[in-house]
């Protein structure tokens, strides 16, 4: 678990291609490596990974075809630069929101403009993600904890301050570019919940009267 808190930007020192996997080398920037094991989660712009080996300043990192398949590491080039932050652990301040380190796909930024000393992005999301995304909700963007500030359809407006683009990649980002995102956890599991409700509703409604769900949307009881 994380909290979309950057603690240090690192850089790409190596990309190695195992079939469909890709193992990563990482130089960890600032990051403090001094309680980190084999076997710890570090989430690397936003993909919780697990160190498989520990360098003097940095580690190495596999990357399975499925996380490959929904992040932007496909495209991911020797020498980027990427937003680190190590899991939390009990004393951690939780000074962002709840980040679990698995991308959910790669949004796009449209447009990139100065809004006083911030900066102001506007991003698409992919359409099975929009109905996720809320004003004033959380989302996180290269594994960056931001507060959505509009929402228009699939496209969303995100402002960020100088001192979180100065401490992350954001700064550099610009239109044209893709990010991963992950959107909020409580979103996601609400939604599988009130499936299954629903799911359990009619289940109960059939086995005991012949008006159905299906009947009672028909003749205009619910919407």
């Not at 603690?7 to 130089?27: F, Q, Y």
């Not at 904890?145 to 496209?155: I, P, Q």
């Not at 700064?171 to 995102?181: C, E, F, P, Y």
């Amino acid at each position: 678990m994380f909290t979309g808190i950057i603690e240090s930007v690192g850089k790409l020192r190596k990309i190695e291609r195992r079939g469909d996997d890709i193992r990563l080398t990482v130089a960890s920037g600032k990051l403090d490596l001094s309680d980190v094991k084999l076997g710890d989660s570090i989430a690397t712009n936003g993909v919780c990974l697990t160190v498989v080996e520990r360098l003097a300043d940095g580690y190495v990192a596999d990357i399975s075809a499925e996380t490959v398949a929904l992040t932007g590491f496909a495209h991911y080039q020797v020498g980027r630069a990427v937003n680190l932050e190590k899991a939390v652990t009990p004393t951690t301040r939780l000074g962002g929101h709840m980040v679990s380190g698995h991308v959910d796909g790669v949004a796009s930024v449209d447009d990139r403009q100065l809004r006083g000393k911030a900066i102001e992005f506007w991003l698409t999301a992919p359409k099975g993600l929009a109905r996720y995304i809320a004003h004033k909700g959380s989302i996180t963007i290269d594994g960056v904890s931001l507060t959505v500030n509009e929402v228009n359809d699939d496209r969303f407006r995100l402002t960020i301050v100088p001192h979180t683009a100065g401490e992350t990649t954001l700064i550099d980002l610009k239109a044209g570019d893709s990010v991963n995102i992950e959107v909020d956890l409580i979103a996601r599991h609400l939604e599988r919940l009130m499936f299954y409700a629903g799911k359990e509703t009619e289940e109960t409604v059939s086995q005991t009267s012949e008006v159905t769900m299906d009947l009672l949307a028909r003749s205009g009881f619910l919407r």
